[in-house]
């Protein structure tokens, strides 16, 4: 349950006073719901309007904050302006209001009377004039007016000062509470309390002051990234908890799996494997991330650690998050397995009735050693005899609740989480902070590099005829289509119109591949272009994931400046698998901006996944990174992956620590951190605790 303290946050912005339905949707829009949202809402940029001159020597294009008399009202007539005359003692300037109401303007701006007026002034034609001043107010109130006043990310027809207003109203319902970092941590970097830094952030007195390193926007992005990490501590300490097994096998099967292949394997898939199989060996359970480029040989690792519980009498399962995925791990381990002596058995959604039952009755006994699927191996009825490792392959789909839950279908059960998506190491901490991590940073030998070209699109006759020549001499080509929109069904439309035009110059030698085929006919598709009729596969992203066709040399990306760079990379990863050379094409579409440049030229300059991630939180900006909410990474309001970087690392021990001393968060700096966890609606990792 939250702590009552944090009710007046958590209630809608519709709450606060002068906030009605209208601004309240504006507000939602612009900040969120809750009045806690518009206490992240952090400003942008802000005005100064303490600059005070005399009319007369206002400069033009700045802003000033006047004190003048009204001396009349001139209602435009037509499409004229509605001018207000006023003047101070070194001359006239006209207020100038487009659309306005003659007598909301009368009221604030009576005639004969003085008013501070704060806007931007302008000559025109000699004459100082002040287009929709932001305040008139009466000189009772100047010192509301002369101030330096922030200006945040605002909505279509919501005005600074409602949103202004509002976050007044938010700052007004402000707590203190109790302080949860570590004090030594608050002293070191003179960080003022939360309150504080909640008011002193919005309230910004210099450009400065904007800045992510000033001490109020680190404590509060400390906050945020201490709530991510204390989060991520409690599940693993949850899961830590649960007594694991030693698992140690003799090596006869893995011996044998080696033994089987036609390489050896690299130093990276060596170190891995060294460090799971000490993880196995303990007697707590293994939490691990196996991250690695694709094509890196994270799948062999995968099998050796599996291989590893089979020879101990267990189970493994590798669970991927596509059915496409899992038919295709399967079909590489399974014959791997197979040499070996270890039986592999594979469950999806699509199998049903009887082929299913005797699929769990073979999981139940234990006669399948190895088991591959998608989800479909969370559910409850799915019982092993005895699993002692699961291995899962995820492309950020699954999140912690769901590694525990297959955690949960064995004793001890050890986890293995593997990962293609080389993100940097910042951002791994955010998303599996919980887990240690093994990184395959080397490629198997033998790769030849990719080819990247990057050429816009009034050139695409050219990429034809070339892709064509590539055809004649054999190479299986893949075709991606640019995303659309946020709309599966304008990609399909956008795939199938290119294959049809693609159809005109190579009739049945085109396939096409995406999301909205049922899974018989995808895998159909796959199979035509892996051994079959098809040269040319169309696609939208479903190729993104997985699907190892070696003999795929030739990659097509249209508007690929609307990709993101790890999403390239991705794409990218499925050429270039084999022992012949392959060329990726980069088409655009010209202009090209700034950012979509630099990222087609670090394709072009690199293929190491690790240094795309990087380079890719340096041009997209980390608040961006760290803030899709579709990539499955949690989202920070306060925290920039650039800008406080270094606070990373010191939250995830202090968060660790805390949890070695207070488990239970019962402590008065325990207590605190509860809140802490309430505050960044954390809520579920609090229900990991005793008592909550
Ligand atoms: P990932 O799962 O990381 O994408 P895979 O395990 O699918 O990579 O490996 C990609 C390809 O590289 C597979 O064809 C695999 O057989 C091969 N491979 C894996 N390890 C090695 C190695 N040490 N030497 C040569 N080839 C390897
Ligand atoms: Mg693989």
Not at 124 to 145: L, N
Not at 209 to 226: G, N, S, V
Not at 432 to 437: K, N, S
Not at 600 to 619: H, P, Q, T
Request: aromatic share 4%.
């Amino acid at each position: 349950m939250r702590p009552e303290i944090l009710f007046p946050l958590f209630a809608d912005v519709g709450q606060l006073t002068g906030i009605g339905p209208r601004y309240a949707k504006l507000i939602e829009k612009a900040a969120g719901p809750q009045i806690v949202d518009l206490l992240w809402h952090l400003p942008s940029g802000l005005i100064d309007r303490r600059f005070s001159p005399a009319v007369a020597e206002a400069p033009d294009g700045l802003i000033a904050t006047l004190t003048v008399t009204v001396l009349r009202h001139e209602p435009g007539r037509g499409r004229a302006p509605y001018r207000v005359i006023c003047a101070d003692e070194s001359g006239e300037i006209e207020l100038v209001y487009f659309h306005a109401k003659g007598d909301w303007l009368e009221k604030l701006l009576p005639q004969g009377q003085q008013r501070v007026i704060s806007g931007k002034v302008e000559r025109f034609r000699g004459k100082a004039q002040m287009p929709h001043p932001d305040h008139a107010v009466p000189p009772t109130e100047a010192d509301s007016v002369r101030i330096v006043e922030p200006t945040h990310p605002s909505t279509d027809g919501l005005h600074q000062r409602i949103l202004r207003k509002a976050i007044e109203g938010a700052l007004a319902r402000l707590p203190v509470l109790g302080e949860w970092i570590n004090p030594t941590l608050v002293q070191q970097r003179q960080w003022p309390a939360w309150d504080v830094a909640v008011r002193a952030v919005h309230h910004p007195q210099d450009r400065l002051d904007l800045e992510p390193e000033t001490l109020t926007r680190q404590r509060l992005a400390y906050d945020e990234i201490l709530a991510n990490q204390l989060a991520l501590a409690l599940v693993r300490a949850r899961m830590k908890k649960q007594k694991g097994r030693i698992i140690r096998g003799d090596g006869a099967l893995r011996d044998r799996l080696i033994a089987g292949l036609p390489f050896s394997l690299t130093g990276a898939q060596r170190t891995a494997l060294a460090e799971i199989e000490g993880d196995m060996a303990a007697p707590n359970r293994m939490l691990r991330l196996l991250q690695g480029d694709v094509g890196s040989g994270k799948t062999l690792v995968a099998l050796m650690a599996m291989a590893n519980g089979v020879e101990c009498g267990a189970q493994a399962a590798l669970m991927a998050p596509t059915e496409i995925l899992a038919r295709q791990h399967f079909a590489t381990i399974e014959p791997l397995a197979r040499a070996a002596g270890i039986r592999c058995e594979i469950l999806t959604g699509r199998d049903k009735g009887k082929t299913r039952g005797a699929i769990l009755g073979r999981i139940a006994e234990g006669t399948a050693q190895i088991v591959v699927g998608t989800h479909a191996l969370f559910q409850e009825d799915v019982e092993f005899r005895d699993l002692a490792v699961a291995v899962i392959d995820e492309q950020h789909r699954f999140g912690v609740h769901q590694r525990m839950v297959l955690g949960q279908k064995g004793q001890g059960v050890d986890i293995l989480v593997m990962t293609a998506t080389p993100i940097p190491r910042t951002l791994v901490m955010t998303a599996y902070g919980d887990l240690d991590v093994s990184r395959l940073t080397e490629k198997p030998p033998g790769r030849q590099p990719i080819d990247t070209r990057v050429i816009s699109n009034d050139r695409l006759m050219d990429v034809i005829e070339g892709v064509a020549r590539r055809m004649d001499a054999g190479a299986k080509v893949y075709w991606v289509c640019p995303l659309v929109e946020e709309s599966e069904a304008l990609d399909v439309a956008a795939a199938e119109e290119r294959a049809t035009t693609l159809r005109e110059r190579f009739g049945d030698r085109v396939g096409l591949i995406h999301g909205r085929l049922k899974g018989p006919a995808k895998d159909a598709v796959m199979a035509s272009f892996k051994d079959g009729p098809i040269d040319l596969l169309v696609a939208t992203t479903v190729i993104e994931v997985g699907v190892d066709v070696p003999d795929a040399t030739v990659m097509v990306i249209e508007h690929a400046e609307r990709f993101g760079l790890a999403q390239l990379h991705q794409l990218r990863g499925r050429i270039g698998r084999g022992d012949k050379a392959s060329t990726c094409l980069l088409v655009y579409a010209a202009p090209l901006s700034e950012t979509g440049r630099a990222r087609l030229s670090v394709m072009r300059e690199s293929e190491d996944g690790f240094r795309i991630a990087e380079e890719d939180l340096k041009l997209r900006g980390a608040g961006e990174v760290l803030g899709t909410r579709q990539s499955g990474l949690p989202t920070f309001r306060m925290a920039d992956a650039a800008g406080h970087n270094d606070l990373f690392e010191v939250a995830r021990d202090d968060a660790r620590l805390l949890l070695e001393k207070d488990p239970e968060l019962e402590s008065p700096r325990g207590q605190a951190a509860r809140t802490l966890l309430y505050l960044f609606e954390r809520d579920a990792a609090v229900r990991y605790l005793r008592g909550a």
